[in-house]
Nanobody
Framework: VQLVESGGGLVQAGGSLRLSCVAS????????MGWYRQAPGKQRELVAA???????QYADSVKDRFTISRDNGKNTVYLQMNSLKPEDTAVYYC???????????????WGQGTQVTVSS
């Protein structure tokens, strides 16, 4: 599974950005897609996740500001980020949990990351 992210960039505090991530390749199914982020000197953390048919999860720090959505037909997940703050500055990574065609086991896949920088 290959994940390609787009939509990062530089924005002023209070602004908005929309991230996209497209999954491609051979797999039995994609079970969940989501977004993580990693700021300099910090551990990677969950931002938002959307399992198929499951409850959407958000980090407390982004609730009511970020919205995750998914187009299953296009194997694409989006992250709409509003009211951005300087502390949202990080590299944002797309994550997919997919079932392999060969083994029918579930694996984690990651995109290359896209930089989001919020200036004050």
């Amino acid at each position: 599974v290959q994940l390609v992210e787009s939509g990062g960039g530089l924005v002023q505090a209070g602004g908005s950005l929309r991230l996209s991530c497209v999954a491609s390749g051979s797999f039995f199914s994609i079970n969940a897609m989501g977004w993580y982020r990693q700021a300099p000197g910090k551990q990677r953390e969950l931002v938002a996740a959307m399992p198929v048919g499951g409850k959407v999860q958000y980090a407390d720090s982004v609730k009511d500001r970020f919205t995750i959505s998914r187009d299953n037909g296009k194997n694409t997940v989006y992250l709409q980020m509003n009211s951005l703050k300087p502390e949202d500055t990080a590299v944002y990574y797309c994550n997919a949990k997919a079932t392999s065609l060969a083994s029918l086991s579930e694996y984690d896949y990651w995109g290359q990351g896209t930089q989001v920088t919020v200036s004050s």
